[in-house]
Nanobody, 114 residues
């Protein structure tokens, strides 16, 4: 059974930091393309950051320079370090794993107060 379990969300003031984690089970983690997406109320889900199986990263323009995605294949975990948070970063953040199939976590709420 495949599971992606996100953690680390919460309420933070603007300018603060949070670190999201996504622990995977039931997949060959090292082979998977991993991504963090977010969805704010009334908006479409958008890709925030991604990391390939070889460690190449990509970021949405709105978070470049503030967010860092990383992965630990031994722990089967992908991380999203979020610094200099802004109120517009408020959303539910989802972990995604892609290889032969597309898997999603249940999401974790991030709320940034002004």
């Amino acid at each position: 059974q495949v599971q992606l379990v996100e953690s680390g969300g919460g309420l933070v003031q603007a300018g603060g930091s949070l670190r999201l984690s996504c622990a995977a089970s039931g997949i060959i983690f090292r082979l998977h393309f991993m991504g963090w997406y977010r969805q704010a109320p009334g908006k479409q889900r958008e890709l925030v950051a991604s990391i390939t199986s070889s460690g190449s990263t990509n970021y949405a323009g709105s978070v470049k320079g503030r967010f860092t995605i990383s992965r630990d294949n031994a722990k089967k975990t992908v991380y999203l370090q979020m610094n200099s948070l802004k109120p517009e970063d408020t959303a539910v953040y989802y972990c995604n794993a892609q290889w032969n199939y597309d898997y999603w976590g249940q999401g974790t709420q991030v709320t940034v107060s002004s």
